[in-house]
């Protein structure tokens, strides 16, 4: 096994080490799929989120094992980025994983609970008249991110939390293990934006105004965001088949 603990919470560290064994008070369970996330309590009286990720691949093992950051390691890392850049997300607590050999198995990453709820709660229960300052405001923050060259890679509803104080809406992301520094191609942006599951309001209200804001073409949006969705419906539909074909060989 390997810790990594934030000094801010060395109070946690016992607790922290209890963890993989389960040590802990399952509040609630946000996902039980390929990861586990779930709210837990600590000593300290407070919640947290743990996340656990899934055993990866074989080559994947591999690599976590020898080459490459975990995505516990990851995400841990990627929240100081953010917060050094002036970007909202819970603060680390932890992260720590272990390994069998050479061969990465799984690994856990700990954070502060952020009680907000998602820009996609937010958006349905906004009167129609206010959608357009938080549609207005979320792009911005968008374009902030690019400008400061950071590039989520699940940039979708479900990951990106709001609180409102008056007209303003402060915006703070999750799931930050998938992410990477560069400076984004419009395609990049289309891309991010696809993932937001485009419905016609998305496309013909909001999409103008992006445009606007981005200071581009909204018909050459149009044709990348198209060509987004298209590669993500194709990467989508050859994982099935992968499934169903590994799934037939057992």
């Known amino acids: 096994m390997y810790y990594i603990?934030?000094?801010?919470?060395?109070?946690?560290?016992?607790?922290v080490h209890t963890l993989p064994g389960g040590?802990?008070?399952?509040?609630?369970?946000?996902?039980?799929?390929?990861?586990?996330?779930?709210?837990?309590?600590?000593?300290?009286?407070?919640q947290y989120v743990l996340k656990r990720f899934k055993r990866p691949s074989l080559v994947n093992r591999?690599?976590?094992?020898?080459?490459?950051?975990?995505?516990?390691?990851?995400?841990?890392?990627?929240?100081?980025?953010?917060?050094?850049?002036?970007?909202?997300?819970p603060r680390p607590v932890a992260c720590f994983?272990?390994?069998?050999?050479?061969?990465?198995?799984?690994?856990?990453?700990?954070?502060?609970?952020?009680p907000r709820p998602t820009i996609v709660q937010v958006y349905r229960n906004l009167p129609d008249d206010a959608r357009d300052g938080l549609m207005t405001q979320f792009f911005q923050f968008t374009l902030a991110l690019y400008r400061?060259?950071?590039i989520d890679k699940d940039y979708n509803g479900g990951n990106i939390l709001v609180e409102q104080v008056g007209r303003e809406f402060h915006f703070a992301l999750v799931d930050i293990n998938r992410m990477r520094r560069g400076t984004?191609?419009?395609?990049?942006?289309?891309?991010?934006?696809?993932?937001?599951s485009p419905t016609a309001e998305l496309i013909d209200r909001w999409l103008p105004l992006y445009a606007r804001l981005?200071?581009?073409?909204?018909a050459l949006l149009r044709?990348?965001?198209?060509a987004a969705d298209r590669h993500i419906a194709h990467k989508q539909a050859f994982k099935r088949r992968l499934r169903d074909l590994l799934g037939k060989k057992h």
């Open 5 to 15: 603990i934030n000094p801010e919470f060395s109070a946690l560290t016992s607790f």
């Open 23 to 46: 040590g802990y008070r399952v509040e609630h369970t946000y996902c039980n799929h390929r990861n586990v996330v779930e709210l837990i309590a600590a000593p300290d009286g407070r």
């Open 62 to 89: 591999l690599v976590y094992g020898v080459i490459r950051k975990d995505k516990a390691r990851r995400a841990y890392d990627n929240a100081f980025m953010l917060l050094d850049n002036g970007i909202d997300t």
């Open 97 to 114: 994983g272990c390994r069998r050999h050479l061969l990465y198995d799984t690994g856990w990453y700990l954070s502060q609970y952020m």
């Open 148 to 150: 400061k060259h950071i």
């Open 184 to 196: 984004p191609s419009l395609r990049d942006e289309m891309r991010a934006m696809s993932q937001m």
């Open 214 to 218: 981005r200071g581009a073409d909204a």
């Open 223 to 226: 044709r990348l965001l198209d």
